[in-house]
Antibody, heavy 122, light 112 residues
Framework: DVQLVQSGGGVVRPGGSLRLSCAAS????????MSWVRQVPGKGLEWVSG????????GYADSVKGRFTISRDNAKNSLYLEMSSLRAEDTALYYC???????????????WGQGTLVTVSS | DIVMTQTPLSLSVTPGQPASISCKSS???????????LYWFLQRPGQPPQLLIY???NRFSGVPERFSGSGSGTDFTLKISRVEAEDVGVYYC?????????FGQGTRLEIK
């Protein structure tokens, strides 16, 4: 089965840092771009960041640019999101998602991970 | 950023009846490669979104034939020919012709 299993997340104080992980299985990880999408509970979806198949190209939403870093380790079939300078408005359920091609542009997303909750609160 | 606007925001449908959701984009989603980068997702309660339709009108693997996507340029529609109980959830359109990918606000479908 194609699967994305997420870990990390939790409660962090404003200004703090957190690292999310996404472990892929059931497919050739380095054949696909990957993205992170977040959702404030009960609200809509926001694309956060994307990375191409070898990590050589990345993109970010303006809301996280300069604070979040996406990366991947193809030897470990894993995707990461390093989050720093966290703000209350970053509180959300974060999903990793597989893209539909080698890049991270012009993609659809399937499958998605189960989601991991990040709460930024003092 | 491209703004995606869905209507209605909610609808209540009797099983067996059709349903239709509209999505309008602030810019054309037609790329020079002739593809329209418009997608539809369903998020069932407590679940991550799942892909229904890709590139305007292509049903994703395993998606029932009762789901169809249509439209062009900036106006798009998701139709369900005969709603079933399992179709309950929130439907989102999404564009990927221009970064950042952006989503509609979502349309909540409930069963009468």
């Amino acid at each position: 089965d194609v699967q994305l299993v997420q870990s990390g997340g939790g409660v962090v104080r404003p200004g703090g840092s957190l690292r999310l992980s996404c472990a892929a299985s059931g497919f050739t990880f380095n054949d696909f771009g990957m993205s992170w999408v977040r959702q404030v509970p009960g609200k809509g979806l926001e694309w956060v960041s994307g990375i191409n198949w070898d990590g050589g190209a990345t993109g970010y939403a303006d809301s996280v640019k300069g604070r979040f870093t996406i990366s991947r380790d193809n030897a470990k079939n894993s995707l990461y999101l390093e989050m720093s300078s966290l703000r209350a408005e970053d509180t959300a359920l974060y999903y990793c998602a597989r893209g539909s091609s080698y890049g991270y542009r012009y993609n659809w997303f399937d499958p998605w991970g189960q989601g991991t909750l990040v709460t930024v609160s003092s | 950023d491209i703004v995606m606007t869905q209507t209605p925001l909610s609808l209540s449908v009797t099983p067996g009846q059709p349903a239709s959701i509209s999505c309008k984009s602030s810019q054309s989603l037609l790329h020079s490669d002739k593809k329209t980068y418009l997608y539809w997702f369903l998020q069932r309660p407590g679940q991550p979104p799942q892909l229904l339709i890709y590139e305007l009108s292509n049903r994703f693997s395993g998606v029932p034939e009762r789901f169809s996507g249509s439209g062009s340029g900036t106006d798009f529609t998701l139709k369900i020919s005969r709603v079933e109980a399992e179709d309950v959830g929130v439907y989102y359109c999404m564009q990927s012709v221009q970064l950042p990918n952006t989503f509609g606000q979502g349309t909540r479908l409930e069963i009468k």
